[in-house]
């Protein structure tokens, strides 16, 4: 059960003061069928107050708060499930944290779980659904792709490998996992992480054995994915070393899109296009660390995140 916030929304949208706004809904995909369900409700209560409206779903993806609909003629956008981003400027966004909600006797066990490692020396990390529920640990909230966590030893405590794969890449280290849904503990280590390494570094030694004489970059449009300052430095670099290159610019970055003729692409948007699906695609896939690491000869393997001077 998620608090999807509906008396917060509906005092939102009757405090923009329009007979007929049009209100975009958008969840990730966990939450959409909720989601769904959730707007007629609201579109109810909105009739019951003379307020009509527009009420849509967004279909497309939802991967974090750096991914908001860039669309016309939208009055407000619902957003559940993340927090605003602190280097984007949101116009007209909503943000709904949809926090995971509990029995009291399935809090008891959490907290209990949790604090055993708490005790112990753990960092405890989250995403904003457990937020609220673990507030006493003081944990660190993932915001997307970005996170950084002090600490020698990390407890993740949420659903999926998605954000502890990040924080086992990025500092190298055995990740523990908690699900607070099925109460069970899991981890990702050093084996794991090993093998991405080396694959990884095996991509990189592709380019210093046959380097590209020309390349594909690829940028996003999501507002916060579009590393357009990132892009600039990329181009330069090639320029100085008279490697050819096209631009491009999508939204949704996917295998049936790049069937061009290039040696390789460079992801300058989300770095878990890269980490999580490069298998899926016919031509090597990089973010742009790793083809920084073939610029400069390094095998110094280097995580790629998102960060605010990128823009």
Same mark, same amino acid.
């Given at each position: ?6 008396? +917060? ?16 809904? /958008? ?101 904003? /659904?457990?937020?609220?529920?673990? +507030? ?69 030694? +592709? ?17 916060? /994915?579009?590393?357009?300052?990132? @892009? ?7 320029? +100085? ?7 491009? @610019? ?62």
């Amino acid at each position: 059960m998620f608090n999807l916030e509906r008396e +917060k929304i509906i005092n939102k949208i009757l405090k923009l003061n329009k007979k007929n706004p049009k209100i975009l809904f /958008q969840a990730p995909e966990g939450l959409k069928l909720m989601v769904s369900r959730e707007m007629e409700e609201i579109e109810k209560e909105l009739k019951n107050k003379g307020v009509g409206g527009d009420l849509f779903l967004w279909l497309n993806s939802c991967y974090g708060a750096c991914d908001i609909p860039n669309v016309d003629n939208i009055d407000l956008i619902i957003h559940y499930g993340h927090e605003p981003l602190d280097y984007i400027k949101y116009k007209n966004v909503i943000f709904i944290p949809a926090y995971h909600e509990f029995n009291e006797e399935e809090k008891k066990k959490i907290l209990e779980d949790v604090e055993r490692f708490y005790k112990i020396g753990y960092k405890i990390v989250t995403t904003i /659904q457990y937020k609220k529920l673990l +507030k006493k640990f003081n944990p660190k909230i993932i915001l997307g792709c970005r996170g950084e966590v002090e600490g020698e030893k990390i407890l993740y405590v949420g659903t999926g490998r998605f954000h502890p794969l990040m924080l086992a890449y990025k500092y190298n280290k055995e990740i523990l996992i908690y699900n607070p849904i099925s109460k069970k503990f899991d981890k990702i280590g050093k084996e794991e992480i090993e093998r991405f390494l080396k694959k990884r570094l095996s991509r990189v030694s +592709k380019l210093l054995l046959n380097p590209p004489k020309k390349v594909g970059l690829i940028l996003s449009t999501k507002p916060g /994915q579009c590393r357009y300052k990132l @892009l600039k430095e990329i181009e330069e670099e090639l320029k +100085k070393r008279e490697i050819k290159y096209i631009k491009f @610019l999508a939204d949704n970055i996917s295998p049936n899109l790049l069937f061009y003729d290039v040696d390789c692409y460079i992801i300058i948007a989300c770095p878990r296009i890269v980490l999580d699906d490069f298998k899926l695609y016919d031509k090597d896939i990089y973010t742009v660390e790793e083809f920084k690491m073939f610029l400069n000869k390094s095998f110094d393997y280097k995580f790629d995140e998102v960060k605010e001077e990128d823009f």
